[in-house]
Each structure stands twice: as structure tokens, then as C-alpha cells.
């Protein structure tokens, strides 16, 4: 178990979003929010990863770790500066959001914006990354230029509304995980995580299972 006495190698402030890495045993990594780093877990060691403890120059409060097939691609989601950033090596790159809260598609990433990104989900197959935002499930393609689309909801809307997108509500806030099969994205509805929803791949139709 990780966490101890140093601050700047160890211990943990709010950790929000753990995964593990799929090409190494016993270990994971950790979105450390109120540290504002990403750390690496190893058995029962925990180090800095990415980002500066106590420092708000490359992140500003990671809320979700996400991680590619060859365990070397990490992905974090940063709710304060509504930015997507990829991290190889220990060095990340905003690959989508300008910095500006916001809800706007994009072709190119960094000309998107994004509205307090909470929650992550990587789809092996085509490599497409889900992102949890307010009233929102954004689809970033890291392989083209971090292109940003709303994959479901609307900018408000947080009742229970099925149907297609432009019909449907959805308020997917802290958790989604995606199907690696089909596509289907699940998500927790609202604060309190009052339904489960699951919106298709392609068509986008949304509905609630519980």
C-alpha cells in the first residue's frame, strides 16, 4: 500500500482516478488532484510521474488517469484548466482543450474546449479516448490531432431523457467505462450517481438501465 511521510515522493491529497498499467505487475497509476501530479504505484512504492507537487505549471488538479495498450501512453484529465493531456515518458502534452471553459468541437484538440473534464475511458480498439465532462461525453482521437466530438448530451439537461443525440440528456459527471467489444459507453448519472446510462457507438442513442 502507497503513502507515507514525503510529501514530494509518497503521500496522497484526494486521489481520484487510479489504472493499472496492462504491461507491468503490481503497478498503477494514481491521479492525485489536490497535488496536482500523476503518480506510479509500484508494489508498495509511490513516485511522481508527471507534473510538479504543489505546483499548478503543468496541472491543475488531474481528476482521471487513463492508459494506452502498450502501458507507455498515459492520458489525464485536468478539471481546473479543462485540458486533456497525454504523458509519455513523464512529460505531458495538452492534446485537446484550449484552456477555455467550454463545450466546442473541434478538428484539431487544442482549438476545443472543454467544461470540467471528471472522468476517462480508453477504447483499445481504435484507440478512441472518452472523456466525462458537465451535461457531456466528449470523443478526443489522439492519432488525429486530439479531433474532439460530443459523443452524447448537451451543454444543459440534467434529467433522465433517452433517445439519439440532440434528444437525450445525460450528466455522466465522475465515472464512464467503455465496452472494449462493442463501444458502448456507461456512465454514473449525476452527483449522486442516480442511473446508469449506456450510450451506443455509432448511432449514439442513449438509454438508462437502472
Avoid: C, M
Amino acid at each position: 500500500v502507497a503513502g507515507g511521510s514525503a510529501a514530494s515522493t509518497s503521500t496522497f491529497d484526494t486521489p481520484t482516478g487510479v489504472v493499472a498499467d496492462p504491461t507491468a505487475a503490481d503497478t498503477a497509476f494514481v491521479a492525485d488532484l489536490n497535488n496536482n501530479v500523476i503518480r506510479k504505484v509500484a508494489g508498495a512504492a509511490a513516485s511522481v510521474e508527471a507534473g510538479t507537487v504543489g505546483s499548478t505549471a503543468t496541472f491543475n488538479q488531474v481528476k482521471a488517469v487513463a492508459i494506452a495498450p502498450d502501458g507507455a501512453t498515459l492520458y489525464a484529465a485536468d478539471a481546473a484548466a479543462h485540458k486533456i493531456f497525454k504523458v509519455v515518458s513523464g512529460t505531458p502534452t495538452a492534446i485537446a482543450g484550449s484552456g477555455a471553459q467550454g463545450s466546442a468541437d473541434h478538428n484539431t484538440g487544442t482549438s476545443a474546449t472543454f467544461d470540467t473534464p471528471t472522468a476517462l475511458a480508453f477504447w483499445r480498439g481504435p484507440g478512441f479516448l472518452f472523456v466525462a465532462q458537465s451535461y457531456r461525453i466528449r470523443l478526443v482521437v489522439p492519432a488525429s490531432n486530439g479531433e474532439t466530438r460530443t459523443h452524447a448530451g448537451h451543454t444543459t439537461g440534467s434529467t433522465l431523457k433517452d433517445g439519439p443525440l440532440g434528444v437525450h440528456h445525460v450528466d455522466p459527471h465522475n465515472a464512464i467505462a467503455v465496452a472494449q467489444t462493442t463501444g458502448k459507453v456507461y456512465s454514473a448519472h449525476g452527483s449522486a450517481g442516480t442511473a446508469i446510462r449506456v450510450v451506443t457507438a455509432t448511432t449514439r442513442v442513449l438509454s438508462t438501465l437502472t
